[in-house]
């Protein structure tokens, strides 16, 4: 049958048909690429000019979907110029078509996204007098293209041949039976869509739950990733999450650290000052941590030690926040190392001094 199909085209065919059909797709790729680039090239200068922005969203939205038209374009002229069982054309043509309705969609697809992202955020905001979370701007995006896709698929469909209102009325049984098997998939939606509204704790915002403790690097449909001291990653449904008691850090730029550095009870009251400026000096001096506060005082007569309390923060970074924190911490700990050798500062360490009575 294929063998036939295929004698069939290469007899009926003259050279002239199959360069008239090379040709009419060759040039129609050359024009489809220059008059995306084009279209592009406007929308650039409109944007520069940062007037008119709906203009240039709905042309950077053109650009592929035009292009893709005129390739297509192309291909149906110049299969126009061959000789092709009935069956082959009636396929190709349907191909063409469904294409052209993806270039449709493709257009929607991108000028409705562009449109949410760049407007949708202020116009809430303007008449709420309440700023709108990035995540559910995002959230509210991803809908609506699931739609547009959803009304596209539908179109292609119908234009296949098929019966939409059985395939919906299916789709309807179907859609029943899906909701009670993902009951535990709708809570944690449920649960996500109170988190971006409510706003217990934002991207970057430290919390401590029962799972553990880390920064907040993503608020999802379903799930919470939570970056923990160890780096590593913790994915928490988002329903635990609101039955859980969360504990907030708001600042998400910087981090605290607290530590305590112990010297020999031999040490003079000299050299605990000098100590103490040492510190300070060597945490004014790093890039990573924050000039205020910083907080370095002679805090206790210990045991067996002179303890000196250190406390100072050091800037955090959404994406490489934990490890800035740790080389930060690496750093601030081997100068104060090195400088207290310099001067001759011993640091403490547990000790015990044993008297023994002779008779």
Not at 132 to 140: G, R
Not at 169 to 181: C, D, P, R, S
Not at 226 to 249: A, E, F, G, M, Y
Request: charged residues 20%; neutral net charge; hydrophobic residues 45%.
């Amino acid at each position: 049958m294929v063998i036939q199909i295929i004698n069939d085209i290469i007899i009926h065919n003259s050279i002239i048909n199959y360069v008239l059909c090379f040709l009419s797709i060759f040039f129609s790729l050359i024009i489809g690429r220059y008059i995306e680039s084009l279209i592009e090239r406007i929308a650039d200068k409109l944007s520069k000019k940062k007037v008119l922005e709906l203009d240039e969203i709905v042309i950077r939205a053109l650009s592929l979907p035009i292009a893709i038209g005129i390739i297509l374009s192309g291909l149906y002229l110049g299969i126009s110029f061959l000789y092709l069982p009935p069956s082959i054309k009636l396929y190709i043509n349907k191909g063409i078509l469904v294409a052209f309705i993806l270039c449709v969609v493709i257009f929607f697809d991108k000028f409705i996204s562009e449109l949410v992202e760049r407007y949708l955020a202020d116009t809430i905001s303007k008449k709420t007098k309440i700023d709108v979370d990035e995540q559910v701007i995002i959230l509210i995006k991803k809908s609506i293209r699931l739609f547009i896709w959803f009304i596209g698929l539908m179109l292609i469909l119908s234009n296949l041949g098929y019966d939409i209102k059985t395939l919906l009325a299916g789709l309807g049984i179907g859609g029943l039976a899906f909701a009670l098997a993902s009951q535990n998939y709708v809570s944690n939606l449920i649960a996500g869509l109170i988190i971006l509204t409510d706003k217990p704790f934002k991207i970057g915002h430290w919390i401590n739950f029962s799972g553990g403790l880390g920064i907040v690097e993503d608020i999802g449909i379903r799930s919470t990733k939570i970056r923990s001291i160890d780096n590593s990653i913790i994915v928490v449904p988002n329903s635990k999450l609101i039955d859980d008691i969360i504990q907030t850090t708001p600042s998400k730029n910087k981090w605290k650290v607290t530590m305590t550095i112990g010297l020999t009870y031999n040490t003079t009251a000299d050299e605990i000052i000098k100590a103490k400026e040492i510190i300070k000096r060597i945490l004014l001096d790093h890039p990573n941590v924050e000039n205020e506060p910083i907080t370095v005082y002679f805090k206790e007569y210990g045991d067996w030690s002179l303890n000196i309390q250190v406390v100072y923060y050091i800037r955090n970074n959404k994406y490489t926040g934990y490890q800035t924190y740790i080389n930060t911490i690496d750093e601030v700990n081997l100068k104060i190392k090195r400088e207290f050798e310099k001067e001759g500062l011993e640091f403490a360490f547990p000790t015990y001094t044993v008297h023994l009575k002779s008779e």
